[in-house]
């Protein structure tokens, strides 16, 4: 046996995470010995992961691997299997890369706490965790994975339980989550009752010929259960209640990773397990539910006063683009969905990072006491500039390729079904995209503008491991944007493709010709086509954006701005007023920016924050109230 046979990374790729965990519980006491443990785990798995590009991705290979070498016998799985394609492979190579930035930055910005052993340990099994659930073949291991990965985020989102409200989130998140891991093993128990086998790509075969009530109900099941590892609405409050008090690299991994893992169940499900994507009612499914959620958790980021949790709900609102495209069971949408997902990861990654940075040196994330921070920290502040214009959709920023390739293939949906509701879709997603621009404008003031308070000006830039981690995701952000038509073609048409290959996926692992006569109605594997209206000029863009901030400065240095403070009331230059008013002065901070709006829009923000309550009981009963309407639905339209 060749060990260094490709078809053996698969499995290194999650097992040197969980070595490295163990490893660092033996040896990683000695501080230089746990970080090169973790970072060489971390990018040993992140290379393993690249070396499958050519072969999977390019190629269009797609790697079995039988653990112990228990082949298929007379068309039964008998074993536990691991199977990659290009779908697969793409989230592998995403997490990887994501799990290895953040084990980077948290170097230094862990290096003042306690217990960092411990940290290690966990971060690696939550790595393994999200690593394996996306590779896996089987049905019950993804469970497992999913196991793994749930109460390793829990223990790291209480990691810093002095933090207020961190014990409470992880409480939160454990009742929950439990509540979707209890779904998927239930869901799993029922197919495994109905089809006696657990693979994936057996149980894709054999499902979409036997549409029963238990089947259903496992649908039901495991749509809730991925659901809740993608916080999709209405298990978004979990999100920023883990966000919020779960460290900065942590945040990555819950945002840029674990949604991915909710994302990828769901795909999985939909396209390759029932193959459901055919029925329009599948496709309003996610469409809504995608709809609802980037429109819900974007007015709720508008209204928070707190740095981390604003941007969990950009997460989730994000996320809602996701599943959206993903719904749309179009080439467009899917590549489109894909794309985003990967976009997502990255300026959702940066920023997350940049709030860690800014909590790092003046202890605190509340909006309101913070401001003037570009002075003291330059570096963080340009970092976090470009992934906010990456998530507002600004180009030529990574955002705004995956979000104009998201608004055509919900147009295109559009004309093509005659559904005028999927166009209504796309004014969401613009609307969304607007509102989201306008939160930034508020954090960006809020933080790293405006007054600097006197407690902060002591305050100094983040050390340099800290940036440069932070400064691959900023290049990731400009290069993912500069070169979309790269981007499409090597990663998210072949990830999209292969969702449309489902036989292929049954036969690379229960052998050539499987699907063909274990199935009545085998899925056909046409060449999807990827039309677009092409996404853009990205030089010109360029240019553009560059002459525009060239002419901002020069406006900026001959007016000689300087700091001012608006407390004097007296001097005569601030009386703006002509009509006989009284004259008084302010500044607007992050409270009232946009107070307008949410004046106008008062009764809905009213009604927003009795729901959330943040009561877990009351989320927990959200879970319960989720869990009968999509029973219900899949029982009366599947």
Known sequence: MNMLSLQHFPIYSVMVLFLGAFLVVVFGHNKVVRHSIALLATCASMLFMMALIKPVMLDGGIIAYWMGNR???????????????????????LISTAVFVACIYSIQYMSHDDNVPQYYTLFLMLAGGVMGMVLTGDLFNMFIMVEILTF?????????????????????????????????????????????????????????????????????????????????????????????????????????????????????????????????????????????SMFVCVTMALAQHDFKRLLAFHSISQI????????????????????????????????????????????????????????????TTVLFLIGAAAISGIPPFNG??????????????????????????????????????????????????????????????????????????????????????LVTRYLTEPAATAVFHVGAYINAAMGSG?????????????????????????????????IALLAITVVALSGKYDKVS?????????????GGEAN???QVGSDDMFWGFKYNWRHYF????????????DYALWAVVALALAILYAFIVM
């Open 566 to 578: 608006l407390g004097d009331v007296s001097d005569t230059k601030y009386q703006l007023f002509y």
């Open 71 to 93: 082949v298929p016998a007379g068309g039964y799985a008998i074993g536990i299997a691991m199977e990659v394609d290009a779908m697969s492979l793409f989230f592998g190579v």
């Open 152 to 292: 390793a985020a829990v223990a790291l989102t209480a990691f810093r339980n002095t933090v207020t409200g961190a014990l409470e989130a992880a409480f939160k998140y454990l009742v929950v989550g439990s509540i979707g891991s209890t779904c998927i093993l239930a869901g799993t128990i029922v197919l495994y009752a109905q089809m006696h086998t657990l693979n994936l790509a057996q149980l894709s075969a054999l499902i979409p010929d036997h549409f029963t009530t238990a089947t259903k109900l496992a649908f039901a099941l495991l749509y809730i259960g991925f659901s809740t590892k993608a916080f999709l609405v209405p298990f978004h409050p979990l999100a920023a209640d883990a966000h919020g008090a779960a460290p900065a690299s942590i945040s990555l991994i819950i945002s840029g990773v674990l949604t991915k893992c909710g994302i990828y169940g769901i795909i999985r499900l939909t396209y390759f397990l029932f193959q459901s994507m055919n029925l329009g009612t599948t496709q309003f499914l996610l469409v809504f539910v995608g709809s609802v």
């Open 320 to 379: 809602g683009y996701v599943l959206t495209a993903v719904g749309l069971s179009t080439a467009l949408g899917l590549s489109a969905g894909v794309y985003h997902a990967m976009n997502h990861t990255i300026f959702k990654g940066l920023l997350f990072l940049a709030a860690g940075a800014v909590l790092h040196e003046t202890g605190t994330t509340d909006l309101g006491k913070l401001g003037g921070l570009s002075k003291k920290m330059p570096h």
């Open 400 to 485: 705004f390729a995956s979000k104009w390739m998201i608004y055509q293939a919900t147009y295109q949906k559009a004309v093509e079904s005659g559904n005028i509701g999927f166009l209504l879709v796309t004014i969401v997603a613009l609307v969304t995209s607007t509102l989201t621009l306008a939160s930034f404008v508020k954090v960006t003031q809020s933080v790293f503008f405006g007054q600097l308070p006197k407690e902060l000006e002591n305050v100094k830039e983040v050390p340099f491991g800290m940036r440069f981690a932070m400064g691959i995701l900023a290049l990731l952000c400009i290069a993912t944007g500069l070169f979309p038509n």
């Open 514 to 546: 499987y699907a063909e006569t274990a199935m009545i109605n085998p899925p056909l594997a046409a060449e999807p086509a990827f039309i677009e209206s092409g996404i853009w000029s990205p030089i010109s863009w360029l240019c553009l954006l560059m």
């Open 606 to 617: 009213s009604f927003m924050h009795e729901l959330h309550s943040g009561v877990v009981n």
């Open 584 to 586: 008084f002065a302010s």
